[in-house]
């Protein structure tokens, strides 16, 4: 008889322990932070975490290597032809709409994401999550948006974004969200403007860097330093840009041929119908330090065909040059991004840090694609079947793996 409560007790216990507590994930992005800014030796906190916990050589984005595109392969684990989001800005011609990243109505109309963000994935499972931006995040609408989220504020301070995230967790634990995701822009403006090598890059990065351990002092005092697993990411690098370097597509094909979409690295040609052979041999005969394809002869390694809206033809500049029509020809930017995914500049950052990630582990580099269903194994949830992530591509970074 007396052996009973004991014997209750040690299964209670059991219990709790078997059943392990609910993670917590930090999803932080440095927008543009390219994956060798770490040499720069400007990093100490950035650095600690490096050190102790997983990071990669880098981080490879998908194409085109730009912020939309990028931040939505992340948080669905789909290639931007999948998820929908093909560029910051592009049209649809069959309803003769465009989608601008700038304009709200646009950036926050469901009909343009095809994809499931994590946090749905999440939420539909029983975890509430939250975001102090991400693309994607806005959307108008109940199902596919985060409990918690804050409407992108490209001037808000970066500490107070940050205290934001500390305050959703010192929630009452039922309230209280698991996921969180944080976004700072400070490399990336700063890097258009000056160029990757500029001074006022490295200040963004100091800044940064400086944000990061206040994440860890504040994460210290609110007695979660330990149960918070925090994941840095950035969505592409960044590369020099000259005026030297510059295409003006306009002037090659002549005025009223085409719609010209999108400038840069990249640009969607849509000849009119009587146009198309003028056009697309004007384009072929000029064809240096950029590319033309059709839609349907993209490089497969790009994934960027099977989506309506990517342009008949489709222009890619080499690294460091720029497709530009006549209204682009004042625009003096020194740094630009977008390019071949495979480019070493256009590679990204990955660290992690908490007790689902392995202690001292240095990889070589990882898809962005993979971080959805990285994500889905931590929280012990079931990702979506069809997305292009694979989780054994990343699955060795967490413990017990
Ligand atoms: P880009 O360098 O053109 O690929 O885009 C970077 C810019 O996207 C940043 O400087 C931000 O101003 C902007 N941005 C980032 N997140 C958001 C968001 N959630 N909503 C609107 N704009 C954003
Ligand atoms: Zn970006
Ligand atoms: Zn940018």
Sequence with gaps: MKKLPFLFLCIFYLGIGFASPKPYVILVSFDGFRWDYFNRNITPNLEKVREDGVSALSLRPAFPSKTFPNHLSIITGMYPSHHGIIANNFYDPFKKQLYRMQDTNTARNERWYLGEAFWET?????????????????????????????????????????????????????????????????????????????PEVNEAIKKLDSITGLLFKKLDEIGLKDSVNVIFVSDHGMTNISQQKEINVEKIIGPGKAMLGDFGPTMMVFPKKENFQEVYDLLKQTENHYKVYLRNEVPIYFHYRENPFISPIVLIADLGWSLITNKELSWKGKGNHGYDNNQLDMQGIFLAIGPNFKTNYHTGTLWNIDIYPLLCEIFNIVPRSNIDGKLERIEFLLKGH
Excluded: C
């Design 122 to 198: 999440a939420e539909r499972q029983g975890i509430t999550t939250a975001s102090y931006f991400w693309p994607g995040s806005e959307l108008t609408g109940t199902s596919r948006r985060p409990t918690y989220r804050e409407f992108f504020d490209y001037s808000r301070p970066e500490e107070t974004r940050l205290q934001g995230v500390i305050d959703w967790l010192k929630l009452p634990i039922e309230k209280r969200p698991h996921f969180i995701t944080l976004y700072f822009q400070n490399t990336d403006t700063e890097g258009h403007e000056y160029g990757p090598n500029s």
